[in-house]
């Protein structure tokens, strides 16, 4: 990643891709004391146009607000540089990486003598987990690591840290075969993905866990709001892992995956083992309404 073409949005400036560095004692190098944001922009007729821009800087400042990080750009400024970073770079279509982190003025466990530092990076980034996975399904398998508890970190942060509990989970699922993990919360109902909200469907309704322990995810709140205005009642609540076992049909969904159907949980089929009708549905909504097909929301599009 660190050697190619292309520049970051780097404290304020355009940096060469090559040139955007930090030294080795960078506090959240070693503390994982950080928050970042993952965000697409996809190629539409007017152009190429960013997914909701204000949401996600809203809750990467949420994140920071959280953390108790000072964040030293505004919301504005940081919506000009993430845009500027798709457009620098000649971007059609890119994933988009914010991140906020504290600098190497210390070592130890205090930040208050740190700086924050700010970096946009944007680059292309297809299926997160391939063509395939879109249209036919992935196969999971239910962790043996929880998901965080809700009072050991943040939960409602996206924080660097918090993924070393997500790269534990993926890492395990895939050495087992398997191309996701799905996490429980500390008292065993379905929490999320390693990086995906989770959704089931049963009978018609849609069904996904309270955010109890699981990240706020901008992709689920669309595809409540998408599932809603097409009729699909969505209910939020506790979901135990023999649910999904018997559900008609479950897909993940994030700013990465997208909507990814799941097929396969703990080597036991998914419904008819494919990619559902309601999952496919709402999966062509999306992307539709990301790519500007759909007169739907405009308003969640924003052109860089
Ligand atoms: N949960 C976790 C742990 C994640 O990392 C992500 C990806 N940001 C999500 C859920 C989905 O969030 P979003 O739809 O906002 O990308």
Not at 92 to 108: K, L
């Amino acid at each position: 990643m660190a050697d190619r073409d292309g520049v970051i949005w780097y404290d304020g400036k355009m940096v060469n891709w090559r040139d955007a560095t930090t030294h080795v004692l960078t506090h959240t190098l070693h503390y994982g004391m950080g928050v970042f944001e993952g965000v697409r922009a996809y190629k539409t007729d007017k152009g190429t146009a960013i997914f909701r821009l204000k949401e996600h800087t809203d809750r990467l400042f949420r994140s920071a607000h959280i953390l108790g990080m000072k964040m030293p750009y505004s919301k504005e400024e940081l919506i000009e540089a993430q845009k500027a970073a798709v457009r620098d770079n000649n971007l059609e279509s890119a994933y988009m990486r914010p991140m906020a982190f504290y600098g190497a003025e210390a070592m130890g466990i205090s930040a208050k003598t740190l700086s924050t530092h700010v970096i946009v990076a944007a680059w292309k980034w297809g299926a997160y987990m391939g063509q395939d996975a879109l249209d036919n399904g992935i196969r999971v398998k239910t962790s043996s690591f929880s998901r965080h508890h809700v009072n050991i970190t943040m939960c409602k942060a996206k924080a660097n840290g918090n993924y070393m509990n997500s790269i534990l989970a993926h890492q395990e699922a895939a050495q087992d075969g398997y191309q996701e993990a799905l996490l429980l919360d500390v008292d065993g109902f379905v929490a999320e993905g390693s990086g995906e909200n989770i959704f089931i469907v049963r009978n018609g309704k849609l069904y996904t866990p309270d955010l109890t322990s699981a990240l706020e995810g901008i992709t689920r709140d669309t595809i409540v709001q998408l599932a809603t205005e097409l009729g699909i009642p969505v209910i939020e609540k506790r979901i135990t892992r023999d649910e999904v076992y018997g559900a008609d049909e479950a897909f993940f969904t994030g700013t990465a995956a997208e909507v990814t159907p799941i097929r396969e949980l703990d080597n036991r089929a998914i419904g008819t083992g494919t990619a559902g009708p309601i999952t496919k549905q709402l999966q062509k909504l999306y992307f539709d309404v990301v790519t500007g097909k759909s007169a739907k929301h405009a308003d969640w599009l924003t052109l860089v």
